[in-house]
């Protein structure tokens, strides 16, 4: 039952082989049994889960049942969940129970999907590999002794341990993509202003978008037709019309191009993987696309690029955290400085911490032209380059990772080894494109991914494209085997 | 550009964040390494080339958002229940002044 897709699960529910209470019971069985070692949830929420499934029993059973009526779904802990303890996985938060729900809980709510809890994550969706949480480092369930990738590790160990069949997550550098790659899933970034922002706590705001995680592009779909759409609360939701994203889901790729930039087959990209993802290319050619080499020219300048922005960004953002109004605050605190810097001090991360420190720097005084408006300029470029090589093809095809999932506890120290994980998915947050990873094959029994890229607000090729791979193909029915977490 | 041990001071006391004598050198250290990495866009040429602030292209009528004026919407009694210490409204801190007496 825990490997039936969402469509499958809508099925068994609708036609009462299963109940939404017996289904709900299922996952949190699992949840128990596994995720002691996985650590993927921070907050489960037994009770209110069992009484939202049996409402979805009485909906269900009096034909007022939706498509996603009854199916569990899991939350990032970035995202406000009303009375319900909303931590960004850090100490800052811990005691923090939201007040209100962001607009895709709201909308998961409607859609009267139950919530069985919040995942785990990096600590205030910074990092790239979920060990910067302050409840614990995630595991990849494909091996323990590797991270799940980050920052939504949680959300995405949790689906590919089949704990959860969906589960929504956040995508700032890669923070959906690259977890999606290294746990053998598929994971969706939508374009920039798709999908509210409203009550998702903010890190990079020019940069954030909220996405999701599934086993399949046909699961994918589902989810973000739930959550795209216009937010008036959010002031950078696009009012654009949702498209139906199952429309043309089942039809072959022909007259569709599809580019592969030269720019991200670099020797830091593992050899297994590049063959991997010229060996999708070729499948998906054989569904009718054609295929082009294009050229990226300013990817290089990405990373540093982004790391320049969304450091800055986020120095401004975590500057509400000051112990005053919510959230951590430091015992007997001498003045008001004292309250600031120790509350502060005390409950940011380190990865937080450093990231505050080099945007404070970016944006001080004598540094911000040398910096933030020259990152700024670059950033332009970099849309740019997309906005040209969409004028001759409709998506871009590309490797989601350099490598397989790392292992765990190595390159904590090392900040740059730690961004050099997301070196291929940074450039669609900078183009505000949508962008979408989905697993291709393995590398010495570890997941691998590829991704793609579609011009703004074209996520629906991105998932036709991506269910045209999945019907030709097998790897995103692979499960791990679990033998090691349920000790 | 490199920086020395005063600017992470000053950078800290920006920040509101306060690192010990042996935390110091760390965040030096690593603050350093990615003001080197992120040197690589010095080869860029930027002449005549306008900031991107945000990605959403405002010249397509259909991607337009709305104006980003707050509204008046006032839930200080819901969101006061959250504060650490407060008293009658007034959230509760300690002496912003120094006391000279």
């Known amino acids: 039952m825990e490997n039936k897709t969402l469509l499958e699960l809508s099925q068994a529910l609708h036609n009462k082989s299963i109940s939404s209470v017996e289904l709900t019971q299922l996952f949190l069985q699992r949840i128990n049994k596994y995720d002691k070692q996985l650590n993927s949830f921070i907050t489960l929420c037994e009770t209110t889960a069992m009484q939202q499934a049996k409402l979805a029993d009485s909906k269900l059973h009096s034909n007022q049942a939706g498509i996603l009526t009854g199916i569990p779904l899991a939350h990032k802990d970035v995202f406000c969940t009303e009375n319900i303890k909303t931590s960004c996985a850090s100490k800052m938060l811990d005691n923090f129970i939201s007040p209100y729900n962001a607009h895709i809980v709201d909308q998961f709510n409607h859609a009267q999907m139950i919530m069985l809890g919040k995942t785990n994550m990096d600590q205030f969706a910074m990092g790239s590999s979920n060990e910067n949480s302050y409840y614990g480092a995630v595991q990849n369930p494909w091996d323990i002794s590797k991270v799940p990738g980050g920052s939504s590790g949680g959300s995405a160990c949790a689906v590919a341990a089949r704990l959860i069949p969906a589960a929504t997550g956040s995508d700032t550098g890669g923070s959906i993509r690259q977890p999606a790659s290294f746990c053998g899933i598929c994971g969706i970034k939508p374009t920039y202003g798709r999908v509210s922002r409203w009550g998702m706590v903010a890190f990079a705001s020019s940069f954030d978008q909220a996405g999701a995680f599934a086993k399949s592009a046909e699961d994918l779909c589902l989810l973000l037709q739930t959550m795209a759409g216009h937010d008036a609360k959010d002031s950078t939701s696009v009012a654009c019309e949702v498209e139906n994203y199952q429309q043309n889901l089942n039809q072959r790729l022909d007259g569709i191009s599809i580019g592969i930039p030269k720019e991200y087959f670099i020797n830091e990209l593992d050899a297994d993987i590049a063959d991997s993802v010229m060996q999708s290319a070729y499948i998906l050619e054989k569904q009718g696309a054609t295929l082009k080499e294009i050229s990226l020219p300013h990817t290089k300048y990405a990373s540093a690029c982004y790391y320049i922005l969304s450091t800055a960004e986020c120095s401004s953002n975590l500057a509400r955290y000051d112990g005053v109004r919510y959230g951590y605050r430091c015992s007997n605190p001498k003045n008001i400085h004292d309250l600031y810097k120790r509350s502060r001090h005390e409950a940011f991360g380190d990865e937080v911490k450093r990231r505050i420190m080099l945007g404070t720097y970016i944006l001080s005084a004598g540094y911000y032209d040398a910096y933030y408006i020259k990152a700024q300029k670059i950033r332009n470029l970099i849309q740019q380059d997309f906005i040209n090589a969409f004028q001759d093809v409709s998506l871009i095809l590309s490797p989601t990772t350099p490598t397989s999932a790392f292992e765990l506890h190595t390159k904590e120290q090392d900040p740059i080894a730690m961004y050099m994980s997301d070196i291929f998915t940074i450039s669609a947050n900078l183009a505000g494109i949508p962008a979408a990873s989905f697993p291709i094959g393995f590398q010495n029994n570890l997941p691998i991914g590829a991704q793609l890229m579609a011009p703004a607000f074209q996520e629906k090729i991105i998932l036709q494209a991506m269910h045209n791979y999945q019907k030709a193909t097998d790897w995103h029915n692979k499960t791990p085997s679990l033998e090691e977490c349920s000790k | ?101």
């Open chain 2, 1 to 101: 550009m490199t920086i020395n041990k005063q600017e992470v001071e000053h950078i800290a006391s920006l920040a509101m964040l306060e690192f010990s004598d042996a935390d110091l050198p760390k965040m030096q250290q690593d603050l350093n390494k990615i003001l080197s990495y992120v040197d690589i866009l010095n080869e860029v040429d930027i002449t005549n080339v306008t900031p991107l602030c945000h990605p959403i292209n405002k010249d397509i009528k259909k991607h337009a958002v709305r104006k980003d004026i707050a509204n008046n919407e006032d839930n200080h009694e819901l969101y006061q229940q959250l504060a650490p210490m407060i008293d009658q409204n007034y959230y509760l801190i300690p002496n912003v002044f120094e006391d000279k007496t």
